[in-house]
Nanobody, 116 residues
Framework: QVQLVESGGGLVQPGGSVRLSCAAS????????MGWFRQAPGKQRELVAS???????NYADAVKGRSTISMDNAKNTVTLQLNSLKPEDGAVYYC??????????WGQGTQVTVSS
């Protein structure tokens, strides 16, 4: 089992930035990749960005060019920096960790609200 604890989020003005962090504990040696999903009210949960331990990253088109995902393999943390925030970026952001066996683990979620 892997436990995930997210931090960051909150109320951000349009055009601002947010930094989300997620720390994994438990069976961290099984983790092959981590990432972030988000879910806005009335919408499906969608991938924001993901990264594998080898460093390859994947970004959703909606955030490409204004976001950076990074992973600290030693600390088993993943960080998402999202810039130039738009109202449509407002959502609950969920951290995910997964292994090569098809198991995935989710955090509790952290709210990001983009509003002036």
């Amino acid at each position: 089992q892997v436990q995930l604890v997210e931090s960051g989020g909150g109320l951000v003005q349009p055009g601002g930035s947010v930094r989300l962090s997620c720390a994994a504990s438990g069976n961290v040696f099984s983790i092959s990749g981590m990432g972030w999903f988000r879910q806005a009210p009335g919408k499906q949960r969608e991938l924001v960005a993901s990264i594998i331990r080898a460093g390859r990253m994947n970004y959703a088109d909606a955030v490409k060019g204004r976001s950076t995902i990074s992973m600290d393999n030693a600390k088993n943390t993943v960080t998402l920096q999202l810039n130039s925030l738009k109202p449509e970026d407002g959502a609950v952001y969920y951290c995910i960790a997964y292994n090569r066996f098809g198991d995935d683990y989710w955090g509790q979620g952290t709210q990001v609200t983009v509003s002036s």
